[in-house]
């Protein structure tokens, strides 16, 4: 099962673009890499998934180098109110057992 | 709406006294999953079901336990809760094939005194 290691902070201003890389050196051939997005007081919600290459969506784009070692979760000209902590998930649609890491923390200033 | 319910939303209770979390999801999905979330500690998984009667365990399955009698159905129980289990429970539930594009509740706030 693969393994996944974000910083635990972040912070940004408002326009800024932010990028968010995950590690997961371990990732296996069919898995997928999940990004979730949790506002406080709620539950996570997906977000973007991708496998290789790029993934764009109204919400961010997730860029995954062709050795899919990491991923990086981009969101274009932040606001307040993307302020939230963000998990990356590596994981195949076949499996039971969903390791999640400890979350990336984005706090965004005016 | 598709939705994934969670009751009760808090809760709090004192050492040994049983309880149930209750975890209902409307989208027909045949996978389903516990998480707690504690500060510094990310979302670390209790238990999942890959379908009606077949549950297993996660990656802190002590001192819970689970049912899955029915698809939409997804119980949490605490037989004898202790101060080390309060924490924020989420629900989850996804598809068949797509176990990862998870569906979460709103959570479950427990405080065990």
């Known amino acids: 099962l693969a393994k996944t290691t974000q910083p635990i902070s972040m912070d940004s201003y408002e326009g800024q673009e932010v990028n968010i890389t995950c590690s997961h050196n371990?990732?296996?051939?069919?898995?997928?890499i999940t990004w979730y997005q949790q506002f406080p007081s709620q539950g996570p919600r997906f977000i973007i998934q991708?496998?290789?290459t790029k993934v764009t969506n109204e919400v961010a784009s997730l860029f995954i180098p062709a050795d899919r070692k990491s991923s990086t979760l981009s969101l274009p000209r932040v606001s307040l109110s993307d302020t939230a902590v963000y998990y990356c998930?590596?994981?195949?649609?076949?499996?039971?057992?969903?390791?999640f890491g400890k979350g990336t923390k984005l706090s965004v200033k005016p | 709406e598709a939705q994934v319910t969670q009751n009760p939303r808090y809760l709090i209770t004192v050492t040994g006294k049983k309880l149930t979390v209750t975890c209902s999801q409307n989208?027909?999905?045949?996978?389903m999953s516990w998480y707690r979330q504690d500060p510094g500690l990310g979302l670390r998984q209790i238990y999942y079901?890959?379908?009606?009667?077949?549950?297993d365990k996660g990656d802190v399955p002590e001192g819970y336990k689970v049912s899955r009698k029915e698809k939409r159905n997804f119980p949490l129980i605490l037989e004898s809760p202790s101060p080390n289990q309060t924490s924020l429970y989420f629900c989850?539930?996804?598809?068949?094939?797509?176990?990862?594009?998870?569906?979460f509740g709103s959570g479950t706030q427990l405080s065990v005194l």
């Open positions: 989850a539930s996804s598809e068949q094939g797509a176990r990862e594009k998870l569906f």
């Open positions: 371990n990732i296996a051939t069919n898995d997928y």
């Open positions: 991708g496998y290789k």
């Open positions: 998930l590596v994981a195949r649609g076949s499996q039971g057992n969903l390791i």
């Open positions: 989208m027909n999905h045949e996978y």
């Open positions: 079901s890959m379908n009606v009667e077949v549950t």
